[in-house]
């Protein structure tokens, strides 16, 4: 099958590692022009010499917390200047700590809300203007399981990423006129550094084992084990690709078939 990727320019937040990485790479592969960025200047480097080194492709990376506008600008600024402007958009960005709802204070949930809802939406409203003027493009929200069903001892991230999960809906509506297409996918256990942390905090809230912690999830999924990031990264290459032309407003799953809802 011919995605329609080659040459395309992808914007990938958040890519020097887990499911970023892998999803910057997927694209690289497909033959795209990726623009990567990382909180931090070494692990962007890094992770695009990596990707270049093994895809060829032509990558940028830039440095960028994606909880500072003023980063998000100048990284928005050198894709265009790098490579003349965007068709695709995949937002990303870490996790907030876990925790109850009453654990965090004011400044717990500011920052939440900026880490994972506000910096989407400044992505999006930087990418927009480039893909509309290049005839149309892709953008890709990756949220998590918890916007279906909230799993414990995240709060913020739960709350947050609902929010992401609607904001996908809404602009799926509202870009269709640009000719954007707009997704979100939605990762069940994938085996990341982020997961790994999880899996030690509820292990250790339960005084158990992590491998006695990790029995204990893969029982709750149908498929028996996690994810791998790779896998993750072809449903999302896929969803911004041309192949998925006709699908916007979607929400795709890659859990294993964790989430048990209609």
């Known amino acids: 099958m011919n995605l329609g ?9 958040g890519a020097s590692r887990g499911l970023g990485f892998a999803v910057a790479r997927a694209l690289a592969r497909e033959g795209a022009k990726v623009s990567l960025s990382s909180r931090s200047p070494e692990a962007a480097s890094d992770a695009g010499y990596r990707i270049s080194a093994e895809t ?7 440095p960028a917390d994606v909880r500072s506008a003023d980063a998000l600008a100048n990284w928005h600024h ?17 996790g907030p700590p876990p925790g109850p709802v ?23 409203r930087l990418a927009v203007p480039s893909m509309t003027a290049r005839g149309g493009g892709a953008i890709l929200l990756p949220t998590s399981s918890a916007v279906r069903e909230p799993i414990g001892n995240l709060a913020l991230s739960t709350v947050m990423r609902t929010s992401v999960s609607a904001l996908s809906k809404i602009l799926a509506n509202e870009l269709v006129p640009n ?19 999880i899996d030690e905090d509820n292990a250790k809230r339960a005084g158990i084992t992590i491998p006695e912690q990790q029995k204990r ?9 996690y994810g ?26 890659v859990d294993g078939g964790l989430l048990h809802g209609i």
């Open 78 to 94: 050198e894709t265009v200047d790098r490579f003349g402007g965007v068709d695709l958009l995949y937002t990303n960005s870490g």
């Open 228 to 253: 791998d990031p790779d896998e993750f990264a072809a449903a999302a290459v896929f969803l911004l690709s041309d192949a998925a032309s006709y699908i916007t407003g979607a929400s795709l799953q």
């Open 179 to 197: 000719k954007i297409r707009v997704n979100q996918l939605i990762p069940g256990r994938i085996s990341t550094d982020r997961v790994k942390e």
């Open 56 to 62: 060829g492709a032509d990558v940028l990376a830039v």
């Open 102 to 124: 009453l654990k965090f204070d004011d400044a717990a949930w500011q920052g939440a809300f900026e880490l994972l809802l506000l910096s989407a939406v400044r992505m999006i």
């Open 217 to 225: 999830i893969f029982a709750t999924i149908p498929m028996g084990r």
């Open 5 to 13: 990727l080659t040459n395309k320019v992808a914007m990938v937040a």
